[in-house]
């Protein structure tokens, strides 16, 4: 096996595992709140969306992508191909529009406790559970027409009507209907782009304002405690910002490969890293960030060390 074939897989292997871990570890957590009733939030029922999808990108992708970097690239039937790369765009979109759901309501729940401002409150409180399955629907819908351009691979393929997709092959179509593809899914992709970037410039403004009252209000010498509202906004606007950086860096890869019939087997495995990487990082930025769940390890750390203490007295 060449090395670069065995560095990759290494990488995506460390990558698919820490990740499904990650999310795994952050929806129990979530998981035993919603059970205990400690802490229960609106948004989580959104964040557990995100986990889900998350974990569905990595394993769409980071299992075949590993078996194919260590040689296998004939595992899979015609069915498995066009399955895989159909829960990857689904889910990668839902993926997006969770977290751009999670900066709009959040941006909501801020804002100011007037008369207009608390209708719409409760209405968006009353509105996150349709919304999620609308967005579900959305992507299972626009990229049904995916499968259509996946296909087996074998030895015996005609590689010069198809891309090279390391474990499948994507088949060549016409340009402008590769071109109408690109963008009707771009104009999805950016549709949520804006509300997230809208969502994050008003929290943005809202806690500049907040941050000025209380700065008026307190002396200078207090240093007032954060509201859990205040928290949450700072988790979200963080974990917006790295789907920024991810989605960035996905986007260029993904955009420069399609400028080649044969891209190289470099660009294609890149591609695919940069695209799962949001899916990674995403479950640890939530951790070290919502209080409840430091907190949750905190309090059974020290159970479980209380107990091997008193075991070994």
């Known amino acids: ?17 820490v990740g499904f871990l990650g999310n795994i570890l952050l929806l129990l957590c979530y998981g035993f709140l919603s059970c205990t ?15 889900v999808a998350n974990c569905l990108v990595l394993l769409a992708r980071g299992i075949p992508q590993t078996m194919a970097a260590f040689g296998l690239k004939y595992f899979m039937d015609d069915f498995g191909c066009k399955l895989v790369f159909y829960v990857h765009r689904v889910a990668r979109g839902a993926s997006l529009s969770a977290t ?25 409180l009353k509105s996150i559970r349709l919304s999620i399955l609308l967005c579900w629907t959305l992507h299972l819908l626009v990229y049904s027409m995916v499968p259509m351009n996946i296909t087996v691979m074998r030895e015996s393929n005609n590689l010069t009507e198809k891309i090279d997709l390391e474990f499948c092959s994507g088949i060549i179509i016409d340009r402008n209907i590769s071109l109408l593809y690109s963008m009707m899914f771009s104009f999805i992709d950016v549709l949520y782009l804006v509300l997230m970037i809208w969502a994050s410039g008003c929290m943005l403004i809202i806690l500049y304002r907040h941050k000025q009252k ?18 949450a906004t700072h988790s979200i606007l963080m974990l917006v910002s790295t789907f920024f950086c991810c989605y960035a860096l996905s986007s260029f890869f993904t955009f ?16 695919v890293l940069m695209g799962s990487s949001f899916p990674c990082v995403s479950p640890f930025v939530l951790i070290s960030r919502d209080h409840r769940v430091s907190r949750l390890w905190y309090t059974h750390g020290t159970k479980i060390n209380d107990f091997h203490k008193r075991v070994r007295a």
């Open 1 to 17: 096996m060449p090395s670069r074939a065995l560095t990759m897989g290494i990488i995506f292997v460390s990558q698919t595992g």
């Open 37 to 51: 009733g400690r802490g229960i939030k609106h948004m989580d029922l959104i964040l557990h969306n995100l986990i």
């Open 100 to 124: 751009s759901l999670l900066s709009g309501f959040q941006a909501i729940t801020i804002s100011p406790n007037s008369p207009q401002w608390m209708e719409l409150k409760v209405k968006a």
């Open 214 to 231: 209380v700065l008026h209000i307190h002396s200078k010498s207090l240093s007032p405690k954060c509201s859990p509202e205040t928290r």
């Open 256 to 271: 420069y490969m399609t400028l080649f019939d044969k891209p190289s087997w470099w660009l294609v495995n890149t591609s």
